[in-house]
């Protein structure tokens, strides 16, 4: 069994920036890919990007790109997204996950998920 737990939410301004981590227990952190999912009041879940277990391929949805970045720290069994530019629709709650490849992943196919951590971006 794999546990996730996410942090570093919070409230931002627009064009403000945050850096999310997701620290994973359980199994060796670097034999899987991670990835970041997000879900808005009233939307369905939604990927924002996944990073491969050795840290070298990464995949992100076209909504974040040139603004967010996902990595990963396997020696502390951390993967992280830096959140840039953002704006009052990044707001949700965003959640970490495993999966097979960030492939499967973008389609939503994840095998453990974290409980998220609240962003805001106020206007």
């Known amino acids: 069994q794999v546990r996730l737990v996410e942090s570093g939410g919070g409230l931002v301004q627009a064009g403000g920036s945050v850096r999310l981590s997701c620290t994973a227990s359980?199994?060796?952190?670097?034999?899987?890919?991670m990835g970041w999912f997000r879900q808005a009041p009233g939307k369905e879940r939604e990927f924002v990007a996944a990073?491969?277990?050795?840290?070298?391929?990464?995949y992100y949805a076209d909504s974040t790109k040139g603004r967010f970045t996902i990595s990963r720290d396997n020696a502390k069994n951390t993967v992280y997204l830096q959140m840039n530019g953002l704006k009052p629709e990044d707001t949700a709650v965003y959640l970490c996950?495993?999966?097979?490849?960030?492939?499967?992943?973008?389609?939503?196919?994840?095998?453990?998920w974290g409980q998220g951590t609240q962003v805001t971006v106020s206007s």
């Open positions: 996950a495993t999966g097979f490849t960030t492939a499967t992943m973008a389609r939503g196919t994840c095998d453990y």
């Open positions: 359980g199994r060796t952190f670097r034999n899987y890919a």
């Open positions: 990073i491969s277990g050795s840290g070298t391929s990464t």
